[in-house]
């Protein structure tokens, strides 16, 4: 894997925990399940970006 794609990966992630712990009161499960989902899409794009 590239350089650039760890930086991708670590972006995503670092911006997925920071929404998730962003509110102040509890996130329903709904959307932090769907939150995970999407981080998980996201890494996926990104290792068919820089691998093809």
């Known amino acids: 894997m ?3 794609m760890w ?11 920071t929404a998730a712990n962003s509110s102040k ?3 329903e ?3 932090v ?3 995970l989902c ?3 899409a996201v890494i996926i794009f990104f290792f068919w970006w ?3």
């Open 7 to 17: 930086i991708a990966i670590s972006l995503s992630l670092v911006g997925g925990i």
């Open 33 to 35: 399940v769907a939150l």
């Open 38 to 40: 999407f981080i998980v």
């Open 29 to 31: 499960r709904k959307y």
């Open 25 to 27: 009161r509890k996130t």
């Open 50 to 52: 820089f691998d093809r």
């Open 2 to 4: 590239s350089f650039w």
